[in-house]
Structures are given as structure tokens and as C-alpha cells.
């Protein structure tokens, strides 16, 4: 049974940090690129980074761009979403995926077969 638990999310002051994690099991954790994903109150779920297996492509959306850095440990099975210079409209329920999809498709959500249950990220102005 394949399992994603993202923590690290809390209420944060706008230009502060927060590094969120997700943790993996019961998958080939080295195999999957991994995805973050975040939804706004009243908004789509949206895309915000994803990170290929061994780590040598990130991409990012251009709303986090230079603020957020995706990073990932195979050894521990475990991705990392270090967000800096927090902006109010950051404020979202963070989602961590994991799926195979060809780099150029990393965006899109429907390329993800896994997903985690979220975390909250509310940043105060």
C-alpha cells in the first residue's frame, strides 16, 4: 500500500520559511519523480514544483520561482519543500504526489498516481 505524509505545514508570517516534507512508503521511492501541488481556499488545485528522480531536473511554477527549492533524500524516502519569503497568497493545502510522468507533462496533476492527504500552509500578512 503506497502511502505519502506530508508534514512541516503551520501558520507563518509573510517573509517567513517553512519546510514542508513527505515521506513515502510502499513504492520504489527512486523510481517515481515527485510533485508538489497546492489549493487555495475556493481555488483548483494547482501546480507548484516537481523534482525527477535523481534529482538533476526541478521545475517550477513561476509563482514560487527563486522562493521554493524541491529537494529529495532516496535514501529516506522523503522529499522536501523548502518555501522562503512567504507570501499571503501562498496560503494553500500543500499535496505531495508521486507518478512517472515524461518531464515535459511533470505540471499536469493527472500524470500523478499517488497522492499524500496535505498539509496547511496559512501565511499571515
Known amino acids: 500500500q503506497v502511502q505519502l505524509v506530508e508534514s512541516g505545514g503551520g501558520l507563518v508570517q509573510a517573509g517567513g520559511s517553512l519546510r514542508l516534507a513527505c515521506a513515502a512508503s510502499?513504492?520504489?521511492?527512486?523510481?517515481?519523480?515527485m510533485g508538489w501541488f497546492r489549493q487555495a481556499p475556493g481555488k483548483e488545485r494547482e501546480f507548484v514544483a516537481a523534482?525527477?528522480?535523481?534529482?538533476?531536473?526541478?521545475y517550477y511554477a513561476d509563482s514560487v520561482k527563486g522562493r521554493f527549492t524541491f529537494s529529495r533524500d532516496n535514501a529516506k524516502t522523503t522529499v522536501y519543500l523548502q518555501m522562503n519569503s512567504l507570501k499571503p497568497e501562498d496560503t494553500a493545502i500543500y499535496y505531495c504526489a508521486a507518478g512517472t510522468p515524461a518531464w515535459g507533462s511533470a505540471y499536469l496533476q493527472r500524470m500523478y498516481a499517488y497522492w499524500g492527504q496535505g498539509t496547511q500552509v496559512t501565511v499571515s500578512s
Open positions: 510502499g513504492l520504489t521511492f527512486s523510481r517515481y519523480t
Open positions: 523534482l525527477n528522480r535523481g534529482s538533476t531536473n526541478t
